[in-house]
Each structure stands twice: as C-alpha cells, then as structure tokens.
C-alpha cells in the first residue's frame, strides 16, 4: 500500500518510527495486530466479568424478593438460601477474571480459602434454620445463643488469620467506601483487623458467658470490630487524600 499510493510506511502506520521501506512492515502491522489482539482480550475479559457480577446480583436481589414474599419459612429459608449459594458459587468460580489475580497467585488462594469458608457457613446457617423452621431440630434459647456466639466469635477469628493477606479488591474483605478506593487504606484497614479479631473474639466469648445481656454485647462487639479499622483507616484515607492537595 506504501508503494502504491508513493508513501513512507511510518505515515501509513501513524507511528514516528522511520520506516523508509516496506521490509519492515509485516514486522510493524504483526505489532499491531498483537497489540489490538491484547486490548480485544481484555475488553472481553471486562464484559464477561460484567456479566458474572450482573449474575450476582440478580441471585441476591431474587433472594431477597424470595425472603420477603414466600409466606412458607422453610420454602423461603431454601430458595433464599439457595440463590445465595449460588451466588457465591460463581464469585468463587470467576475469582480470577474478576479480580484479574493469576491462578498461580498466592493471593488467589487466600481469596478462594474465604470464599469456601464463607460458603460452609452459609451451608450450616441455611441448613440449621431450615430444619429449625420445619421443626426437624428444637434449640432452646440458651443453646441458639451458643450457637450465634461459637458462629461470631469463628467468624472474627478467621477473619483475623486472612485478613492481613487478603488482596485489595471489591469482592472480599472489608468492603467500606475509602478502603476500595486506595490499596494503602486497604492494607492498614485490614492490618488492624488481624490484630484486633482474635482478641475481641475470646473478650466476646468471655462477656457472653459471664454477662446476660446478649443482643447488646453481640451489636456492641461487631460494631468495634468493623469499627475500630473503619474509623482508623479513614482518617488515614483523609491524610493522604489532604496530602495529596
């Protein structure tokens, strides 16, 4: 095309590379064709991923209509439950293109290990209040608050172990508007919550059994768990965003 129309390739191409003749366009155009091939793959990867996180939520708004408009406990407690499940299933699944981690990625592996432990609770949650409601199995009140503490204080207690090597991404971890905007905040977030779980998981477990009040410790403990690196790392997302003006 150079030749025919009397131009220099560099012109043809749109680069500023000097191309004087046309030896070296297949070099030039197997450049670009790989580069377009690269941007395509991706701009496929971000619609399929699109996709995925549509799915999501689609299943979570389904099981909350589920929820709210069964009139049957148990029916209402498996549908639900099972649009949630299935809902997990496919972030676990999709974990790397939607968060753009290698499968050989350790932090891959960290994401998927809370994934399959969240899963395992929302399988005994879903399980215990379904045959619960189909009066399969009778807890007293004593025994569901056992039940509840255990449940929390494991919950914190993982939490503590990931925490520190979750990734930063918007599908995992503690999910708050300052921590997914800036990777720092997201690590100090999550620094402080492996430091403080596992000590206010056993403080719980201990005011629990010795203190009766148990609704108000169970809100009083979730709300220092979350808040406590909340409040902390949002005036350190503040600094840096003042700092940077």
Same mark, same amino acid.
């Not at 056993?202 to 809100?219: G, K, N």
């Given at each position: 095309?150079?030749?025919l129309?009397?131009?220099? *390739?560099?012109?043809?191409?749109?680069?500023?590379?000097?191309? %004087?003749?046309? %030896?070296?366009?297949t %070099?030039e155009?197997?450049?670009l064709n790989d580069?377009?091939?690269?941007?395509?793959?991706?701009?496929?990867?971000?619609?399929k991923a699109?996709?995925?996180r549509?799915?999501?939520?689609?299943?979570s708004f389904?099981?909350?209509?589920? @929820?709210?408009?069964?009139d049957?406990?148990?029916?209402?407690?498996?549908?639900?439950?099972?649009?949630?499940?299935?809902?997990?299933?496919?972030? /676990?699944?999709?974990l790397?293109?939607m968060?753009?981690?290698?499968?050989? %990625?350790?932090?891959?592996k *960290?994401?998927r290990?809370?994934?399959?432990?969240?899963?395992?609770?929302l399988v005994?949650?879903?399980?215990?209040?379904?045959?619960?409601s189909?009066?399969?199995?009778?807890?007293?009140e004593?025994?569901?608050k056992?039940?509840?503490?255990f449940?929390?204080a494991?919950?914190m207690?993982?939490?503590?172990?990931?925490?520190?090597?979750?990734?930063?991404?918007?599908h995992t971890g503690l999910?708050?508007p300052w921590?997914v905007?800036?990777?720092?905040?997201?690590n100090?977030?999550?620094?402080i919550?492996?430091?403080? @779980?596992?000590p206010?998981?056993l403080?719980?477990i201990?005011?629990?059994l010795t203190v009766? /009040?148990f609704?108000?410790?169970?809100?009083?403990?979730?709300?220092l768990? *979350?808040g406590?690196?909340? *409040?902390? @790392? /949002?005036?350190?997302?503040?600094?840096k965003? /003042?700092?940077?003006?």
């Amino acid at each position: 095309m150079a030749a025919l129309l009397d131009i220099p *390739v560099n012109k043809l191409l749109g680069t500023d590379t000097g191309y %004087d003749n046309i %030896d070296n366009l297949t %070099d030039e155009l197997a450049r670009l064709n790989d580069k377009l091939a690269k941007k395509n793959q991706h701009e496929a990867m971000i619609k399929k991923a699109d996709k995925k996180r549509g799915a999501i939520l689609l299943l979570s708004f389904l099981s909350m209509l589920i @929820s709210l408009g069964v009139d049957n406990p148990t029916v209402s407690i498996v549908l639900s439950g099972a649009c949630i499940l299935t809902a997990v299933t496919i972030l /676990y699944r999709n974990l790397a293109l939607m968060t753009g981690i290698t499968t050989n %990625d350790m932090r891959l592996k *960290v994401l998927r290990t809370t994934t399959i432990f969240n899963m395992c609770i929302l399988v005994l949650c879903i399980t215990l209040a379904a045959l619960k409601s189909a009066g399969i199995v009778s807890l007293s009140e004593n025994s569901e608050k056992l039940f509840a503490m255990f449940l929390i204080a494991g919950i914190m207690t993982f939490t503590g172990i990931v925490a520190p090597k979750l990734p930063f991404t918007r599908h995992t971890g503690l999910r708050l508007p300052w921590t997914v905007q800036d990777q720092d905040t997201w690590n100090i977030a999550h620094s402080i919550l492996g430091i403080i @779980s596992l000590p206010l998981a056993l403080l719980y477990i201990a005011c629990c059994l010795t203190v009766d /009040y148990f609704e108000q410790i169970t809100f009083v403990a979730i709300i220092l768990w *979350v808040g406590i690196p909340g *409040v902390i @790392s /949002y005036i350190f997302f503040l600094k840096k965003m /003042y700092c940077k003006l």
